[in-house]
């Protein structure tokens, strides 16, 4: 199994560009989560989904659309990218809402906005 | 406002030393608790998770403690290796049954 994986691993953009970025799980998990990292902030949740066709903002979600068409799959859309959105993005996927789930992550895809 | 806050601080410890990292919350009522580590430019990893009513978690090495009255998490490396080297995250549901995650510990093991 290849766990969760993520495409592209680097981009980068100049401002205003748009973007997607692929995430697909193989575990037929149903929730599935976009986050990004930057430097002293944590990871922070962007969008999220509780199963296909189904998707929820997360803390900071401006800027940002998801589509889950297939369950498989989660996108992350950027249409107008800014310097701001400069970060590491993961994806993760885990069984079910409980909180008892882990979360399995994605390797990463380091985004630069120029 | 609900905050999880891990000493931003790396931690540098010598081989074969137990290291141990502090995770504080303040504003959360969380029934499970999560550590996580991260080792440059990959994902996160998850290692444990811990029950309200449990006190302490252990798996090979890592033993976790998980105290709701302090509010507090401590998350112990017994005899380290260079190998542990990474970041340590830890994690809680918030309100919106969402995890959230600490900003993270960096641990340096020298040998």
């Known amino acids: 199994n290849a766990g969760v994986t993520q495409t592209p691993k680097f981009r980068v953009l100049k401002t205003g560009q748009s973007m997607t970025l692929l995430c697909a799980q193989d575990?037929?998990?149903?929730?599935m989560y976009w986050y990004r990292q930057d430097p002293g902030m944590g990871l922070r949740l962007i969008h999220y989904s509780v199963g296909e066709g189904t998707t929820a903002k997360g803390e900071v979600p401006d800027g940002y659309n998801v589509s889950r068409l297939k369950k498989q799959n989660f996108l992350l859309g950027l249409e107008s990218a800014a310097p701001s959105q400069t970060s590491v993005y993961f994806c993760a996927s885990s069984r079910d809402g409980g909180r008892y789930n882990e979360q399995f992550f994605g390797p990463g895809t380091r985004l630069t906005v120029l | 406002s609900q905050k999880i806050e891990q000493n931003s601080e790396a931690l540098n410890i010598q081989e074969g030393k137990t290291a141990t990292l502090t995770c504080n919350y303040t504003?959360?009522?969380?029934?499970?608790l999560q550590w996580y580590r991260q080792d440059p430019g990959r994902g996160p990893v998850f290692l444990l998770l811990?029950?309200?009513?449990?006190k302490e978690k252990r798996k090979e090495r890592l033993k976790v403690t998980f105290d709701t009255t302090l509010k507090q998490s401590l998350f112990h490396i017994t005899a380290s290796q260079p190998a542990d080297s990474a970041t340590y995250l830890c994690a809680l549901y918030n309100a919106g049954n969402m995890l959230t995650f600490g900003g993270g510990t960096r641990l340096m093991v020298k040998p």
């Open positions: 811990i029950r309200e009513n449990e």
């Open positions: 575990m037929n998990h149903e929730y």
């Open positions: 504003n959360y009522s969380p029934a499970y």
